[in-house]
C-alpha cells in the first residue's frame, strides 16, 4: 500500500485550449476520502477533473496516483490505473443500450466488487430499462447509468462532474443518498458541483476553485457559508 | 425474355458493390474518415492476389487466405502509422493525405506491374453455370460472389451488435474522448477497424480482379461505387449498404441492357435521383 494520499496533485498548471484555466493548483484525496471541488462556472473544476482522467495534460506540475506519477498518462491508461470519471452532462453512448453502455465500462476487466449485478442492485431502475437506448432515460435515470458505467471500471478513485447538473432536486438528494453505498468499498471520491449544499453534506473536504486557483480549503465541518461565499465570488 | 437475367446479374453483382462500400462506411462511421484511397487500396488488394496466386500457383480465392490478413496488416498500420496522425475537428486533413495516398498506390502498381490489364483465372468454376428457369442462367461464381457478400455483411451486422469489440467501435463512434474514459485505446480502436476495412476490400478486390480485368488505374471508379452505394443505402446500415450495392447492380445492369454506353450513367443517374428525394438514404441508420 501507497504511504502517501490515493492522489496528490502539486502545483500544475493546465490550459483549456487556448485558455489557461487552472494556475499552480495542488490538491490531496486520501484512500477513501471524499473531496468536493466547489466553484463558480469557468473556475477551472471541469479542467482539473480532467488533468487528473487524463484527458488534459497539465503543462506544469505534477499529478501522482498511488505514488506513481500520471501526469502524461492518457486517459485510457489512467482508466486502466483505477481513475474513472463521470463526465458533466453524462455523455452516455446514445447509440448503445443501457447495458451496452455499463459494459463499455467494464470492458478493461479491472478486478473489483462491480459488476453488471452489483450496479443493478445499486440502481434498479437500470434493470428494468437495460435494453432500452440511453436516450430514451430520463435525465436522473441517465445520471445513475453514467454512474453505473464508470463503476464498472472498478476505480479506485471516482471523479464525478456536477452530476446535479439540471436534475430536480429530489432525483439529486435520491443519487447522493447512494453515494455511501458506493464509497462504503473503500473508493474515494472527487466531486464537483456547484451545489454547495450537497458538496458540504458529501463530503469531508472542500476545495474552492475562484479563477484557476485555490481559494479556500479546509475540512468541510469547519467552512462557514460567509467564507464559501468569499471565496466562491471573491468578495 | 431477358429483363430477368438483367435484373439477377445486376442484383449479383450489387453484392460485390456492397463490399466496396462496407469497407467505407465502416470507416466513416467510427473515425469520420472519408478514405479517397479506398478504391485504390480494392485495386492493391488485387494485385496481392496475382502475386499469391504467381508465386505459390495459388488458385485465386484460396489466395484469400494470404491476401486478407495483408490486406488488414496493411490496415493496422496505415492507421498507426500516418492516418491517426490525420484524425481531428478538421474533416479535410485526411481527405487529403488519403488523395495524396491514393495517387501513391497508382503509381506505385503502375511502376511494379505497368498499366497492362490483368485477370485472375478461377479455372473452371468461372464457366460453371446453373439453369434456373427456362431462360434463366446463373453463373456459380457470381452466385459465390454474392453469398459471400451476404455473409461478409452478416458478419460485420453480428460483429457491432453482437461482441465487445463491435460494441467498442460503436462507443468510439459516438464519443471518443468518453471511450478514452472508458478505458478504449482509440488509437488502436481506430487501427483495428481499418485493418477490418482492409479486409473486408481484400475479398472484394479479388472477386473483382477474378470477374473483370483490372489495371492499376481503375480504383478512383471502385470509389465512386462504394460512395453511391452507401448513400443509396443510408449511411451507417450494414443491411442497408446492400441493398445500396444491389439498386446500383441492377441500373447499371438495366442501363447496360438498353445501350451498353448507358451502364455508368444509369447508376449514376440513379444515385443522383435518390440523392436529391431521399438524401439520407433508403435506409438510415435511426439517429440517438
Redesign the interface.
Known amino acids: 500500500m501507497p504511504d502517501g494520499p490515493l492522489l496528490k496533485i502539486s502545483a500544475i498548471d493546465a490550459f483549456y485550449g487556448d485558455f489557461q484555466a487552472i494556475f499552480g493548483v495542488s490538491l490531496d484525496v486520501g484512500i477513501a476520502q471524499v473531496v468536493a471541488v466547489i466553484g463558480a462556472n469557468g473556475a477551472g473544476k471541469s479542467t482539473l477533473l480532467n488533468c487528473i482522467a487524463g484527458l488534459v495534460h497539465p503543462s506544469a506540475g505534477e499529478i501522482l496516483f498511488e505514488d506513481v506519477a500520471t501526469t502524461n498518462t492518457p486517459a485510457f491508461e489512467a482508466q486502466k490505473r483505477g481513475i474513472a470519471l463521470v463526465p458533466e452532462g453524462r455523455r452516455l453512448f446514445p447509440s448503445l443500450t443501457v447495458e451496452e453502455n455499463l459494459l463499455i465500462g467494464g470492458q478493461s476487466r479491472r478486478a473489483g466488487p462491480w459488476t453488471l449485478a452489483r450496479v443493478y442492485e445499486l440502481f434498479p431502475v437500470l434493470a428494468e430499462r437495460r435494453n432500452l437506448p440511453a436516450p430514451a432515460l430520463s435525465g436522473g435515470q441517465q445520471q445513475m447509468a453514467a454512474i453505473g458505467r464508470a463503476l464498472m471500471g472498478n476505480p479506485r478513485l471516482l471523479l464525478c462532474d456536477e452530476i446535479s447538473l439540471g436534475l430536480a432536486p429530489i432525483v439529486v438528494r435520491d443519487i447522493y443518498s447512494r453515494l455511501p453505498q458506493i464509497t462504503a468499498e473503500g473508493l474515494s471520491l472527487i466531486i464537483v458541483e456547484q451545489d454547495i449544499v450537497q458538496a458540504l453534506h458529501a463530503a469531508s473536504h472542500v476545495y474552492c476553485l475562484q479563477e484557476g486557483r485555490v481559494a479556500l480549503q479546509g475540512a468541510a465541518r469547519d467552512l462557514t457559508r460567509e467564507k464559501i461565499s468569499a471565496a466562491y465570488f471573491g468578495v | 425474355m431477358q429483363w430477368p437475367n438483367v435484373i439477377l446479374q445486376g442484383v449479383l453483382i450489387g453484392g460485390l458493390y456492397a463490399m466496396f462500400a462496407a469497407g467505407l462506411s465502416l470507416i466513416f462511421g467510427v473515425m469520420r474518415l472519408v478514405n479517397i484511397a479506398h478504391g485504390d487500396l480494392i485495386v492493391l488488394a488485387a494485385y496481392v492476389s496475382l502475386m499469391a496466386t504467381q508465386a505459390f500457383g495459388m488458385d485465386p480465392l484460396t489466395s484469400l487466405v494470404l491476401v486478407v490478413p495483408i490486406m488488414a496488416l496493411v490496415g493496422y498500420a496505415l492507421q498507426r502509422g500516418l492516418l491517426n496522425f490525420t484524425l481531428g475537428d478538421d474533416l479535410l486533413p485526411p481527405l487529403l493525405v488519403t488523395f495524396g495516398l491514393s495517387v501513391i498506390i497508382q503509381n506505385g502498381l503502375l511502376e511494379l506491374f505497368t498499366a497492362d490489364s490483368r485477370k485472375l483465372q478461377a479455372g473452371a468454376i468461372e464457366i460453371q453455370t446453373f439453369q434456373l428457369a427456362q431462360t434463366l442462367w446463373i453463373g456459380a461464381l457470381p452466385l459465390i460472389q454474392f453469398a459471400v457478400a451476404v455473409a461478409v455483411i452478416a458478419g460485420l451486422q453480428l460483429l457491432f451488435y453482437r461482441t465487445?469489440f463491435g460494441?467498442?467501435l460503436?462507443?468510439t463512434?459516438?464519443?471518443q474522448?468518453?471511450?478514452?474514459?472508458?478505458?478504449?485505446?482509440?488509437r488502436h480502436i481506430f487501427a483495428m477497424a481499418m485493418a477490418l476495412s482492409l479486409a473486408v476490400i481484400a475479398v472484394a478486390g479479388v472477386f473483382l480482379a477474378v470477374r473483370a480485368n483490372f489495371d492499376p488505374a481503375i480504383g478512383p471508379a471502385r470509389l465512386i461505387f462504394a460512395f453511391e452505394a452507401v448513400i443509396i443505402g443510408g449511411l451507417g446500415s450494414m443491411w442497408g449498404t446492400l441493398a445500396g450495392g444491389i439498386i446500383l447492380g441492377v441500373s447499371q445492369a438495366i442501363g447496360a441492357q438498353i445501350d451498353p454506353g448507358w451502364q455508368l450513367l444509369a447508376g449514376h443517374i440513379v444515385f443522383l435521383a435518390i440523392l436529391a428525394v431521399r438524401p439520407q438514404g433508403l435506409f438510415p441508420?435511426v439517429?440517438?
Open positions: 465487445a460494441r467498442a460503436r462507443a463512434s459516438d464519443d474522448s468518453v471511450a478514452q474514459l472508458m478505458g478504449l485505446d482509440t441508420k439517429s440517438g
